[in-house]
Structures are given as C-alpha cells and as structure tokens.
C-alpha cells in the first residue's frame, strides 16, 4: 500500500460509522479523565485495554488514541479554571493561565488552551506523516549523548524562566536536580536521599510532586486568603460572556499562528526523543515563547502568549512520541508501551512492517489524534461554562472538595497512601517558594530532566568514553547550548545595569 | 493475657455464626432456579477476588494479567479485580501478598526469579518468605534468549564469545534480570563480554541496539520475538535444557557449556540458574490459606490456563503459556533457594552489582 493510498484509506476509515462512533466516545473520555486531577493519559488508556480483546485494529485504535489524544485539552481548562494542572503536562500553563482567570479572561484562556492544543496536535500528527519514508533515520539519531546535550540544553532554558532573579531561579532548579536523584540509582544500585524509607525507593513520582506543588499549595494560597478562585471579581462571568470570550480566545491564538508552529515544532521535536516526556516540553515552549516575546514583563501575570505556547507543545509531542513507536516498534514513552501492547492484543504487527503493510492504521493514528483534539476542543467549550460557575464558589466550600479530589488523583498512580504525605509535603514547598518568590517551574524542569541528563551521561561516557561530546552532533548541540546560555547571561547583565542606572 | 482471649473472642463467634447464617440463607434464597453450589465453591460465589498485578498497567505482568482474569472469573465463580502495585521492583506487591488476609480472597501474580534473588541477597524490602506462598501454579516459565543486532555480522555465540570483550553487552537496571543475566553468563563462560548498565528501559536497550552502540542484550523470548521476527535482531543462545521449538536451530547455554575449559562449574552455574528461570511467573496466595480453599483455586487455575479460548488469545497476542501445577513451583521454589554455597554467593554477588 502506497503512503498516499494509506492516507486516503486511513482517513475513509477513521470518519466511517464503524471506527468514528469509538472515537467519539474515546475522545470525550479522555477529556473527563484530563480535567480530574491526577489522572492521566495512562489511566484512560489502562482503562480502555480490556475492550480491545473484543474489537478490531481500526476502532480499538481510535478508541485507544483518542482517549489518550484530548486529556491535555480537559488537564489544560482545570489548570486554568482551578490552578491545579488536570495531567503533568498542563503544569505550565498554570504560570499564565490563572493569572486570566483572576483578571476576569478566564474564558478567553480556555478557548485559547483549547484551541492552540487541538492546533499542536495537527502539527505533531502532520509532521509524523511527512516524516514516514524516513522516520527509521529521524528516530536513530537521538542516542544517550545527543539526549544529553539536549536535556542540558533544554535545562538552560531556565535561565529565561527567572529572568526577574536568576539567583532563586538556579537555586530552585538545583533543588530539582537533587530531587531527581532520590531513590535506588540504577547505576550504582545505591539507595540516595531514601532516609530508610522503602517508599522512596524508587524515587519520587511526578504526578504527586506536580499536585503538590501547584495544586495543594493553591488550595492553601486561597485557604489563607479567603475568598473565592475568580478573587477580586465580583461575580463569576455570565455564561454569555464565557461564550463570548471563548471565541475571542480561538481568534487570538489563530492570530498567533507563527507562535503555535514554533512551539508545536519545540513539542513536537522534544516528543522524538525518548524519555523527555511532554512536561519540560511545555516549559520549553513557555520560555521560548517569553524570550521571543515583545511583552516579557506581563508573563506570568496573564499573558495569553504564556497559556498558547505550553498548550499547543503538549500536546504536539504525540506525534513525536509515536515516531518511533511506529518506525520500530520500540515505544518512545510510558504512553507508548501501553499503545504498543494494545497493538499486539488487536493483533498488528509493528515496527517497519507496519509502515510498508499497514500504513492504513497508521493514518487511523494520525487522523484520530487530529479529530479526537478537534472533538475535545468542541466537548470543551461546552465544559466551560458549568466549570466557570464552581470557580466563583468560596474557597471554604471549594478547597475541601477539590483537596479531596487531589489527593485521590495523587494516590490513583500507584495506590500509593505515601503519594498522598508526598503531595501534601510538596504543597507546603510549593507555598512557601511561591509566597518567597522562587520558580516551581524551574524546580519542575530539574527534576524531570534530572533523570535524563544523569542516565544519558552516565551511558555517554559508557559507550563512547570521555570525549563523547566532541562527536560532531553532539558538539554541535553543545555550541548551541553554550550560545544560548552566553545570550542569555548577556540579557541577564544588561537588564542589571539597566536597573541599576535607573536607580543610579 | 492468652487466657483471656477465646472468652473475648466469643461474642465475636456468635456474630459471625450469624453473618454465615444469614449468608447461606440468602444465598439459597437467590439461587432457586440456578444450580447449587457448597463447600468452597459456595463461598466463592458472588465474592470478589482481588488480584494484585506487582507492576503497572500496560506492563507484560498486567497484560497476563487482564488476559487471564475472565477466566479466572469463569471457574472461581468469583468476580476477579486487579489491583495494580507497582514498586521496589515488584517486592512491593509482593510484600502486600505476603501479608494480606489469608481468606484466600486476596491472589498475587509475582517476578518468581527476582524474588527468590532478592531474598537470598538479603536486599532490604523483601519482607516475604518466597517458599511460604501458596502457589496455585505458574503461567510461564522465563525462557531468557540472548540477542545481537544483525548489523553487527556475529550469526553464533562462538563468534562473539570470541570476540570477548569488544562485545558490548546493553542491560537496564544494576541487579535487574537482564543485568543478572549477563553477567552470569560472563561467569559461567568467562566471556568477559563489556556489559553497559543503566539504560532505563529495554525499549531504550533496543533503540541503542538498532543505532549500532551496542551489540546485543538478554531478554525474554517474548520480547525478543518482535525485532527477531522483522529480521533486525538474531538469537544466539537461549537459555533451559532443551532448544525451544521455535528455536530448535539456537544452542541452549548447556550445550555451549561443555565447550568452557571447566564444564562442571559452567553448569553448575547454569542450573541454579534455570532453576530461576522454572519459578518464571506464578500466582500465589498468602501463606497458611485453608487448605480446601487452596485445592478449589488450583484447580480453578489450572482449567483457566487450559482453556481453549484463552489459549487462542495467548497465541494470537504473542503471550507464551508454560502451565505448571501449584505443587509443581512449590517444589521448584524450595530447590532454586538452596543452590549450592558457593554459587548462592555468585547470584548474590550479581545481584548487588558486584561481578
């Protein structure tokens, strides 16, 4: 079968009565499961698996996918709507996307979330499909030292996320390196940072940290303060205003296209790499978005440029992560070992024969990522308006229902009653950093790419001994690392003599 | 205080006696038309059987999992749930198991090899006595195969054998299987094959097989099948006593062992560790269940794992089927915690990281 056959077939079959009513439903399921906290795409797709012994390849796969493709879309309007990030890779949005909620645009944030989500997804998937006659290559060029550099590269962004003081930034992300490296260390078979507890052995687990440290800590700001998540405002919006908003907030992130393609293209290309998963590739985006921006000052205090970046990233990682899911049947994510398991229990083949035999259902992947978003996209405007209303609740009625249902995410990843202390201990830090001023999103971004800068040296020097990093892609990688960084050192100095001119 | 506790006990007899009263009673009053069922399976009907899975979902123990709970349903007469429990490498799930009531309404699919290793190297968090569960039998023995990228020309074991320690050998975790394996081999072949460390998942070990780091890796025949069976990887040696069907032309490592300059210790080694290797995966109950209970869900397990509808789905999925009875492991698991002294410290030694 021929690529543009597939397309065509791939495409009749995914709008067909017999594939498009799964899709439907898996679309709108995972939309749910993306707005309660704590549950992710894993979840869904977990939940979905026992239906597929019964099912054929086209509807499982669309079943499967679709429910994995719109969680983002419902994890990014509970971010907006409730400051507590509805699935991992939503936490970034939570630096701009609250802060519109509370100058009244909390619809305008959401249409936009929605909207740049459903674009990054199109992006991803198109890019997948351009990319299949030489995805093998694509997918072999990232090796333990180019994810090194890559990772380092992608740490360095911090430096942009704290430009304001870049002291408490660096402080913030070293934390989350050493965070990162609680827990048996494979390398070493050591046992860091466990204090004895056999709980910590194998690390810290993001989604309780990720609670933690934005949700609960949320939930304590609004306990504190009192009054209600809209804050100032003195009733929440009506629902034609909500409506009206929604609109304004797709027209402005279409406006912004350029910015979308970029950090899609960032999602995208960090879904390639194997193990970085979608959360740094959201803060990528975001700092990308900041440093590219002509209004740097407003990030963070309700920026629309600051919700469009990280959604339309998260969600553009898909079709990077299936690349090599797809090219070789080695999967590229947690997310990806569960989609390659149901392809065996629909009994396809994968790796290079699907490509050459099958590409049909690879373009049932492709066009069920795209209209599984478009269906959340439209399923989720509609879950505005009622979500709108809760936020105009008081906190005293709101922080124990949301507090409940936080910890029951917390605890849902691995039945863990630990996850639960965990989410609470990191509630507290999360308060107290940012009542202090210091970047969760910084410690965030070191603690995911902790693990991956740490393991891909470790394997670097391994495989290639201690001059790995003069190899040209890696060196490459690295002068741009270096650039970056010098560029950035540079700003930082030049806004300190402004400053201090200014006081001068 | 011992004598003071059957006069405690008493009240709480009586409440039972009539919880068990009223269950029959109630049972028979809802199964007027349908067939009677007392003893043990009485008590399993209706009930629900919680199956702790030690890993998380999507993993190859879940998939088994899923695969086989309809049919543990369908002749236990019981609703069967997993419960996912991942952790400390699947000890925690085990360690669960190892405590849950002994009600026998609580199962336990477990990592047999890793367990037995983990105890007899006293690594802290194997809070479980292995040969004390009550075994109900095994799905699958661990049938290990050692793969190399076709792109690296070696076709045998003689030939990277040969080539020692220019053959870089890819594993995930220090002290994990596919660690263990490697470097067992190493030391029952003095191979001194290079083995790297710390990729964090076999995907990745694979991704760095196709990119030409490293050379090969040790694996399950189930998750080598994959990459063997699109022509990019070939095996080179399979581990057990006898070559498998589907690899009736690969060397079994005990047939190479008589090619080591010391066949005698080369097979020592390599029967305490297919010895492992026979524990494979089996579901357990806690220690100390009722015996007839006991007997109810073996028998139930083994007509899980013989029927034919099942059977198709295993086939179809990829997911080989190596029953063994529940008296069968039970024996297996006594013979693979006492090897021989010296070897003992061998697998403790790879297991901690220290070959």
């Not at chain 1, 994810?147 to 942009?160: D, H, N, W, Y």
């Not at chain 1, 492709?366 to 936020?391: E, H, S, W």
């Not at chain 1, 863990?416 to 999360?430: M, P, R």
């Not at chain 2, 026998?104 to 699919?109: E, K, V």
Request: aromatic share 10%.
């Amino acid at each position: 079968m021929g690529i543009v056959e597939g397309m065509i077939s791939g495409f009749l079959q995914a709008i067909s009565l017999a594939v498009f009513p799964y899709l439907f439903v898996g679309a709108l399921f995972g939309l749910v499961i993306g707005v309660i906290p704590g549950l992710s795409g894993h979840f869904a797709m977990a939940m979905i698996i026992p239906f597929l012994y019964a099912m054929e390849p086209g509807p499982g796969v669309a079943f499967l996918l679709g429910a994995h493709s719109t969680v983002a879309q419902g994890g990014g309007l509970t971010a907006i709507l409730f400051s507590t990030p509805g699935t991992g890779q939503n936490a970034a949005t939570l630096l701009d996307g609250p802060p519109m909620r509370n100058n009244g645009l909390g619809g305008m944030a959401a249409g936009a979330a929605m909207t740049s989500c459903f674009l990054g997804a199109t992006f991803g998937a198109v890019v997948l499909a351009l990319l299949l006659p030489v995805l093998q290559k694509v997918v072999l060029f990232f090796g333990p030292p180019e994810i090194f550099v890559l990772a380092f590269l992608a740490l360095t962004f911090v430096a942009v996320l704290g430009k304001e003081d870049i002291t408490k930034s660096l402080i913030a992300a070293l934390a989350g390196l050493l965070l990162a490296m609680v827990g048996l260390d494979n390398v070493t078979n050591q046992e860091r940072f466990t204090f004895g507890l056999l709980e910590l052995r194998d690390g810290l687990q993001l989604v309780p940290v990720i609670l933690g440290l934005f949700a609960v800590a949320e939930m304590f700001e609004l306990w504190v303060k009192g009054g209600s998540l809209t804050g100032t405002q003195e009733s929440s919006l009506s629902a034609k205003e909500t409506q009206k908003q929604i609109f304004q907030g797709m027209i402005e992130s279409l406006k912004r296209w350029w910015l979308v393609i970029r950090c899609s293209a960032v999602g995208t290309g960090m879904g390639l790499i194997p193990g970085l998963g979608s959360a740094p590739a959201a803060f990528v985006a975001y700092a990308h978005a900041k440093q590219t921006s002509k209004s740097k000052d407003t990030f963070g205090k309700g920026n629309i440029e600051g919700v469009i970046a990280p959604e339309s990233a998260n969600n553009a990682v898909e079709g990077g992560a299936l690349a090599s899911t797809v090219a070789f049947g080695v999967p590229g994510s947690s997310s990806m070992a569960i989609v390659l398991g149901a392809l065996f229990v629909l009994g396809q083949e994968t790796g290079p024969r699907m490509v050459t035999e099958h590409v049909d259902v690879v373009f049932i992947m492709i066009f069920t990522i795209i209209i599984g978003n478009f269906i959340g996209m439209v399923g989720g405007m509609f879950l505005v308006n009622p979500l709108t209303r809760v936020t105009g609740l008081r906190g005293t009625v709101l922080v124990p229902v949301l507090i409940a249902i936080v910890f029951t995410g917390a605890f849902a990843v691995e039945r863990s009653w630990f996850d639960i202390g965990v989410a609470l201990v990191f509630g507290v830090i999360g308060y107290l950093m940012k009542e202090l001023d210091y970047s969760r999103a910084a410690l965030l971004i070191g603690f995911v790419l902790g693990f991956a800068v740490e393991k891909n040296l470790y394997l670097a020097l391994q495989l290639s001994g201690p001059y790995f990093i003069f190899d040209p892609i890696p060196l490459t990688l690295a002068v741009i690392t270096i650039g970056f960084l010098g560029y950035n050192v540079w700003g930082i100095i030049q806004h300190h003599r402004e400053v201090k001119k200014r006081a001068g | 205080m011992g004598t003071a506790r059957p006069t405690l006990n008493f009240p709480g007899k009586l409440v039972l006696l009539a919880f068990a009263a009223f269950g029959l009673i109630s049972c028979q009053s809802g199964n007027d038309g349908g067939e009677q069922k007392t003893g043990v399976a009485g008590f399993y009907d209706g009930r629900v059987v919680k199956w702790i899975i030690p890993y998380s979902p999507g993993g190859g123990y879940d998939e088994y999992g899923r695969m086989l709970a309809p049919y543990l349903e369908k002749y236990i007469g019981a609703r069967v749930d997993i419960l996912n429990l991942p952790g400390a490498g699947g000890m925690r799930g085990a360690n669960d198991l190892f405590n849950a009531p002994n009600d026998g309404l609580t199962i336990g699919l477990i990592n047999g090899s890793a367990l037995v290793t983990n105890e007899l190297a006293g690594i802290r968090g194997a809070d479980y006595k292995i040969a004390e569960f009550e075994f109900l039998g095994r799905i699958v023995a661990d049938r290990r195969v050692l793969v190399v990228a076709k792109s690296t020309g070696f076709k045998s074991f003689e030939e990277i054998w040969q080539a020692g320690n220019q053959v870089k050998i890819g594993a995930t975790g220090l002290g994990g299987s596919t660690y263990v394996d490697a470097v067992i081999v190493n030391e029952a072949f003095d191979a001194g094959f290079d083995i790297i460390h710390g990729f964090d998942s076999s995907s990745i070990v694979k991704q760095s097989m196709l990119r030409g780091n490293i050379a090969g890796t040790w694996g399950s025949w189930g998750s080598a099948l994959d990459a063997v069976d699109q022509g990019t990887d070939l095996v080179i040696l399979q581990s057990g006593r006898q070559r498998m069907p589907d690899l009736a032309d690969v060397p079994t490592a005990f047939e190479m062992a008589e090619k080591t300059s010391d066949p005698a210790r080369a097979k020592a080694i390599l029967t305490a560790w297919e010895l492992l290797h026979a524990v494979g995966r089996p579901v357990a109950l806690p220690p100390n269940v009722n015996p007839e209970k006991v007997r109810f869900l073996r028998e139930a397990f083994r007509e899980a794992l013989h029927d034919p509808e099942m059977l198709a789905i295993a086939a179809k999925t990829l997911r080989p089927i190596d029953y063994a009875t529940g008296e069968e492991v039970q024996q297996i698991v006594i013979d693979a915690t006492s090897m021989p002294d010296d070897i003992e410290q061998l697998f403790v030694r790879a297991i901690k990281g220290q070959l």
